[in-house]
């Protein structure tokens, strides 16, 4: 079979089960499981899989809710991600529902591409995205060594190919002042969450003088006990995003700054912890999102290469496209004011615009896969690329 009537029947073999494909990611989106607690979601997929031929490992990585799984053998080794966790209360408001089935999805129509060129297809399963860059950690301990490409498609509020996605670390910080009564002793006290108050105070500052696309953002989670106690403790969670790791770290400095500086002036103790991951920013293969943009497009999606009204905080996909070829593009759900991790993104990732961008996302990565497997030297374009843009 030519690669067109391969694509042809690569759609076909999605439509046949679209309405499984959908069920599937209503289900998944009714189970809402935080990072790391993915049971349903990984147990539900996996078997998906296995029932249409392929290999499964699963719990890879000591990660019990992490998976590989195959089918073929041999180069070139493609893979697609799937995520799959929730969000705290929201549930599915970025919509990983839709990113779980469209994966398994596009891996069970690329068999046909497989059987006819050879290579092998991995459907990876890649838990807490959200909370705990599970990627970086599968990273860490091998999950994406020997593989040649990795794709995977998010839900969005555009279809753009490429995806402008920040470095980021999170910081957890904590004050420890001294409790006493506010008003009968208030000079024997020392306010930990004035320290934190001026420690806000000091980045919204700071925020004036960082480049344009850098990020600072935080919540406090814990602010004292009673009004008329002096908070003992203070303590909040803060992302610092940047468009690459070294200003990144420079930034880390410049906030760590400010929380040195209210322990300073408050006489509180600082306590910090900086969170054991750091996202790194995307590395997007214009080769291959330049087939994923000709085949979206051929399903009548208007996909542009660029969109730069297609804000994406960060994901841990970054960090795959550092060490092998990959793309992240975005697949229109919603209306552009619809927010990621909002309740009216977790309504989309449910609704009938929210199938079809996972249909049609599975179809242009399963026809993307066919490009690859096709053409030898079309893989070896992607890398070349990947090595140039080092
Ligand atoms: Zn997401
Ligand atoms: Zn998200």
Redesign the pocket.
Known sequence: MDTKSLKVSVIGEIDACCHELSELSLKIHSNPELGFQEVKAAHWLTQYLEVNGFSIEQGICGLPTAFKASYGKGKPVIAILA?YDALPDLGHA???NLIAAGAIGAGVATRLAIDQFGGSILVIGTPA??LFGGKVIMIDRGAFNNLDIAMMV?PGTCDTATIHALACQTLEAEFFGKAAHAAARPEAGINALEAMLQSFAAINSLRQHIKSTARIHGIITDGGEAANIVPARSAGNFVVRAEDVAYLDELKQKVLNCFIGAAKMSGARLEYKWGDVCYAPMRNNLTLAQLFAQNMQSLGRSVALYDPDSAFGS?DMGNVSQIIPGIHPLVAIAPVEVA?HSPQFALAAASEAGSRGMLDAAKALAMTVVDLVANPEMVGKVKEEFEQTK
Do not use: P, Y
Request: net charge negative; aromatic share 0%; with cysteine.
């Open positions: 995520e970025c919509g990983h995205e959200e998010h994901t990621h």
